[in-house]
Nanobody
Framework: QVQLVESGGGLVQAGGSLRLSCAAS????????MNWYRQAPGKQRELVAA???????NYADSVKGRFTISRDNAKRTVFLQMDMLKPEDTAVYYC????????WGQGTQVTVHS
C-alpha cells in the first residue's frame, strides 16, 4: 500500500513560482532517496532534482539556481520549490521514491505561460 500523493501543480505566469509537495506512505521514508522527474509531451522523462537520505541534493543544469528540493522526514514529505519559472518548464512532474525498488506518484501538471 505505497502511496505518493502530489499537490501544488497548476497554471502560472512566466517568472512566477510554485511549490510542489509529495507526501509518502507505505515506505520507510527516511532511507529512501526522493526525486522529482518531469515529462513534457513528446519528450522523454527527465530527472529534475534529487535528494538522498542524508540530504545531499543534485539538479539538472536546466533548473539549477531556480529550483530547490527539500525533505521533511517527520512529515514524510518531499518538496520542490520552483522559482523563476519558464515556459520550457511546462511538463507533468512526478515524485519518485527509490531504495531497493522505485515508486511513483500520479504526476501533477505544471503549465507556465507568458
Amino acid at each position: 500500500q505505497v502511496q505518493l500523493v502530489e499537490s501544488g501543480g497548476g497554471l502560472v505566469q512566466a517568472g512566477g513560482s510554485l511549490r510542489l509537495s509529495c507526501a509518502a506512505s507505505g515506505i520507510i521514508f527516511s532511507i529512501n532517496a526522493m526525486n522529482w522527474y518531469r515529462q513534457a509531451p513528446g519528450k522523454q522523462r527527465e530527472l529534475v532534482a534529487a535528494i538522498t537520505s542524508s540530504g545531499s541534493t543534485n539538479y539538472a543544469d536546466s533548473v539549477k539556481g531556480r529550483f530547490t528540493i527539500s525533505r521533511d522526514n517527520a512529515k514524510r514529505t518531499v518538496f520542490l520549490q520552483m522559482d523563476m519559472l519558464k515556459p520550457e518548464d511546462t511538463a507533468v512532474y512526478y515524485c519518485n521514491a527509490h531504495y531497493s525498488t522505485d515508486y511513483w506518484g500520479q504526476g501533477t501538471q505544471v503549465t507556465v505561460h507568458s
